[in-house]
């Protein structure tokens, strides 16, 4: 059946909330035949993942979906059936109130960040009743294992895949402006935050036995490498030369594309919660700059999805991939000595997650997830 959705996302980290929830809608729109719309807070961030938004428009409609801006005096609207706050942003007071003079109340829902924490099949889907309203909310998980609340996978993202060929690659490369593979290259994408050794990992691959060409999203991590290279003549048309090292800076790119270039690297450094969760997809080796937290709680989610996701590991390559992990998070100083240790095992860790990618596969999927869970409360 055909029900309306409002999903709220406030942009917190720029791009991962809402790389997350402009998924998320587009699939709930086109796969299962949803009316959906989405309320976010800061249309300037999103037009770099989407640049056919406009910013200044209070409303638009792109790709089946509503999108409507969440200012700060939210006018008076009749809620939808379903209600999905992300991330633990809050409501306006005034749509919960109008949530309450509902026949029927809506099927709200917080949809909490990705974790592999054990205790998350615990939580997932508990009922929080407000403290003042008859109105309940539910905690709706993410998740790697049974029992979570699954990953966001387009239904024909596989088939996608498969077509992805070397034609397909040549094409794509060239549309971005992407030099073709040199001989015994190695490919990097690399997204993550400022605080990242991206100084130190720079002279590790500038002092490479092979080509590397290191391709970078604009934004103030690649800002920071312009930086480093501002006082030298190896710099030009956002393409910076460093012994065997290549650095290609790029404008963001639209999320079909971005899975393009996943599929086209070697090695894939992402952030966050989106372009983690499609370098699972990507099969391709990858390492996770997590977003760092107070108290260093950051620590106890990225152990327990290396626990889970090298757990039928060789013992060599689980020590060189937590060996890197730990490195790129900032527990150990960056050298090239953890990093030709991590790229030795690339073919195995790309056999590995092909298999964890299957593994992810034998899931439900994250909107199919809550399609039906909407559906069982209306």
């Not at 997350?20 to 961030?45: G, M, T």
């Not at 706050?85 to 109130?97: D, G, Q, S």
């Amino acid at each position: 059946m055909r029900r309306q959705w409002d999903i709220f996302c406030a942009v917190v980290d720029n791009y991962g909330d809402i790389g997350v929830c402009w998924r998320l809608a587009k699939q709930l729109a086109n796969e299962h035949d949803q009316k959906v719309r989405l309320w976010i807070d800061d249309l300037i961030s999103f037009t770099n993942i989407l640049p056919n938004v406009n910013p200044r428009a209070k409303q638009q409609n792109i790709q089946c979906v509503e999108i409507c801006y969440w200012q700060q005096g939210f006018a008076e609207v009749e809620p939808a059936e379903v209600v999905i706050e992300a991330f633990a942003c809050e409501l306006p007071e005034k749509y919960v109130v109008a949530m309450l003079k509902k026949e029927k109340s809506p099927v709200w829902l917080n949809l909490e960040y990705l974790s592999a924490e054990s205790w998350v099949t615990q939580y997932h889907r508990l009922p929080s009743p407000h403290p003042h309203f008859a109105l309940t909310k539910t905690f709706f998980f993410p998740g790697f294992v049974p029992g979570s609340g699954g990953l966001l996978r387009e239904k024909d993202f596989l088939l996608r895949q498969k077509a992805y060929d070397q034609a397909a690659e040549r094409q794509f490369l060239h549309r971005k402006g992407l030099s073709e593979r040199k001989n015994s290259e190695i490919r990097i994408s690399l997204f993550c935050y400022q605080s990242a050794p991206v100084e130190n990992f720079i002279q590790v691959l500038s002092a490479s036995t092979v080509p590397v060409l290191l391709i970078v999203p604009q934004g103030i991590v690649a800002d920071q490498i312009s930086n480093l290279f501002s006082h030298t003549s190896c710099q030009s048309d956002n393409v910076i030369n460093q012994q065997q090292l290549t650095i290609h800076i790029i404008p963001f790119m639209e999320q079909m594309d971005y899975d393009l270039l996943l599929w086209s690297c070697d090695f894939n450094f992402v952030r966050g919660e989106d372009s983690f969760v499609r370098a699972q997809w990507a099969s391709r080796p990858f390492i996770w700059n997590i977003y760092p937290q107070q108290e260093e709680v950051h620590w106890s989610k990225l152990d327990a999805f290396l626990k889970l996701y090298t757990a039928s590991l060789p013992e060599e390559v689980s020590s060189a991939v937590q060996a890197m992990w730990s490195c790129w998070n900032g527990k150990y100083e960056m050298n090239t000595s953890i990093w030709e240790n991590f790229v030795a095992f690339h073919e195995p860790l790309t056999q590995h997650n092909k298999k964890w990618a299957n593994q992810l596969l034998s899931l439900e999927d994250l909107a199919s997830n809550l399609v039906q869970f909407a559906e069982n409360r209306l």
